[in-house]
């Protein structure tokens, strides 16, 4: 149980294009989700928390008008990277915690290994 | 949330224990320590978690000191497949919203 399944795995494309991640919740309902970036051998960084029905909370230095995050109904959020540079390039993971919450552990998608050219 | 500090790497013979450590002096009485590991080029895998107790699942093994303030994360029997980073995190457990803070990890090889 609680898989999140995190689509496309791998997305090459120019600069200039906007690219859509889905993250979903397949056996359990997530009121929140979250949103990571990795670049090469580093850890995890936090970008965003989703929140279902409401405004997703940006972590600073994130810029919510580039990273555009969408959680419309209780298993899918969607993060749109806009107009991506070269400097986009990064693994991107989504969490998601069923919404009972509590000591609830986080469980994550595959990521997708965004390239921009 | 607090903090913890684990040795960046750490090498471990295949069949044996694999034996991560994790300080967290700074963990507050409700934050709860959570162990999530990161195969290559993969998002990260839930392992265990715990407050005070030790706990045992079928991956792994936690012992948590009396004082909380370290941890260990153990591997009975470490195959070539445990190679991945290791991350501890202590988080409040009763937010649903308090996300996941992760740290430098360690990075286990395990050697044939």
């Known amino acids: 149980g609680a898989v999140v399944s995190q689509h496309p795995s791998r997305v090459i494309c120019k600069s200039g294009t906007s690219v859509k991640i889905e993250c979903r919740s397949l056996?359990?309902?997530?009121?929140?989700m979250f949103w990571y970036r990795q670049f090469p051998k580093k850890s995890l960084m936090l970008m965003a928390t989703?929140?279902?029905?409401?405004?997703?909370?940006?972590e600073q230095g994130v810029e919510k008008d580039k990273f555009l995050i969408n959680h419309a109904s209780l298993t899918l959020s969607t993060l749109t990277v806009t107009s991506a540079h070269p400097e986009d390039s990064s693994f991107y993971i989504c969490s998601a915690r069923k919404s009972t919450g509590g000591i609830q552990p986080q469980h994550f998608g595959d990521g997708t290994r965004l390239s921009i050219l | 949330d607090a903090k913890t500090t684990q040795p960046p790497s750490m090498d471990c013979a295949e069949g044996r224990a694999a034996n991560l450590p994790c300080n967290h002096s700074t963990i507050s009485g409700n934050e709860y320590v959570y162990w999530y590991r990161q195969i290559h080029s993969q998002g990260p895998q839930y392992i265990i978690h715990g407050l005070k107790n030790n706990e045992t699942n079928e991956m792994a093994s936690l012992i948590i000191t009396e004082d909380r303030k370290s941890s260990t994360l153990i591997l009975p029997h470490a195959t070539l497949r445990d190679t991945a980073v290791y991350y501890c995190?202590?988080?409040?457990?009763?937010?649903?919203?308090?996300?996941?803070?992760f740290g430098g990890g360690t990075r286990l090889m395990v050697k044939p």
């Open positions: 995190i202590v988080r409040p457990g009763m937010d649903a919203g308090n996300m996941l803070t």
């Open positions: 056996d359990f309902q997530a009121t929140t």
């Open positions: 989703s929140n279902e029905g409401s405004k997703a909370t940006y």
